[in-house]
């Protein structure tokens, strides 16, 4: 097949479709997305970009842009209930891939330059059409939308989320587990508040958390794994603005495969897990760029359900070996934990691997 002549339908306008849109668009094959929701997304949802993300978005140029709105993270903060215990520098990590820190963003500020990139590539995006059903044959993907439209392309790519319509019509199997108890989150105008360029973390009784990250001078993201974020976090500011509160549970989830005949899955239709770490909107570009290369031929195409399942795998194990221990309600296990922070944070060789940890799960 010549690849400049290849085609794909993305069902899904969000980071993870929108990044697939952008690689493959600009390799010159020809992209549509189609999304069920009337225009781009206003909410912020996942706010984290983490150096991986950042190479992968720099040749398209979305890097540069997204640069020019950052909130640089450039360290972790951490209390003890009210007490400050440690700070962990993440500029001390390897320039694995050019950058050493995270940005905080809101999403849809990332998915709007992710749009504004796709389309200026050429690539075409069909809001209020809805995913209906799939057919395929070994040579080509039909999808039919509820409005009667027809999308046929030589791939598709499922980046529908959760609840993936696609991964539903191709029936693929999704293993899935819900973990007890509610998160809570808020996104907030406030003054008073010092750490702007550090996610801070509060470790409370019983295994309770609260952080706040930073959106912008006076923008911040607060959540708990309590039902009122707000009410948990032990440290002071002025509070100006609720912008938005919300509350959540967390899944456990992975596709048993992520590709059938000539559909692929990536991002949340995929996999789900902990937003601890800031992992999430992350492995969902991972997939993306992925799944873009192979379909550009720069890397075997029916490698790609297998490669990524394990190293999704991976990412998702640790994050949830990660949100394990900081929610641990043993005390025990929680003094371990301060002391064993407190020796890394003294420690540059520790330092150094716990920062590398953290910002490229290594």
Known sequence: ??????????????????????????????????????????????????PRSLDILKPSGVTEKLLEKWIKYDSLTLYNGDKSWVKLPFTIANMKYGFNIMLGLPQNDTEA?????????????H???????????????????????EFHSDYLIGADGVSSKVRSCVGI????????????IADVEVEGWSHITSTTICLLKKG????????????????????????ALPLKFKLLKIHREWQFKI??????????GRVFLAGDSAHTHSPVGGRWMNLGIANADDLARRIAGEAPLSEYSQ????????????????????????????????????????????????????????
């Open 1 to 50: 097949m010549n690849k400049k002549n290849t085609t794909v339908v993305i069902v899904g306008a969000w980071p993870t479709g929108l990044t697939a849109g952008v690689e493959l668009a600009r390799r010159g094959i020809q992209t549509k997305i189609i999304d069920q929701l009337d225009g781009g997304s206003k909410l912020s949802r996942a706010i984290g970009i983490n």
């Open 113 to 125: 330059i992710l749009r504004e990139t796709f389309i200026r590539l050429g690539g075409v995006i």
């Open 127 to 149: 809001f209020d059409t809805e995913l209906s059903e799939i057919s395929q044959t070994e040579d080509w993907v039909i999808a039919k939308a509820t409005n009667g439209e």
């Open 173 to 184: 199997e999704l293993d899935s587990v819900k973990l007890p108890g509610v998160w809570s």
């Open 208 to 231: 309770k958390i609260a952080g706040i990250l930073p959106l912008g001078a006076t923008r911040f993201r607060v959540v708990s794994n309590t039902k009122e974020t707000l009410s």
């Open 251 to 260: 899944s456990l989830s992975q596709a048993k495969e992520y590709s059938k």
């Open 307 to 362: 490669k990524r399942y394990e190293e999704d795998t991976h990412i998702i194990k640790g994050t949830e070996d990660m949100r394990k221990l900081l929610t641990s309600s043993s005390p025990t296990q929680r003094l371990l934990m301060l002391s064993a922070l407190k020796i890394i944070s003294v420690v540059p060789f520790f330092k150094r691997k716990w920062a590398n940890k953290f910002l490229y799960a290594e």
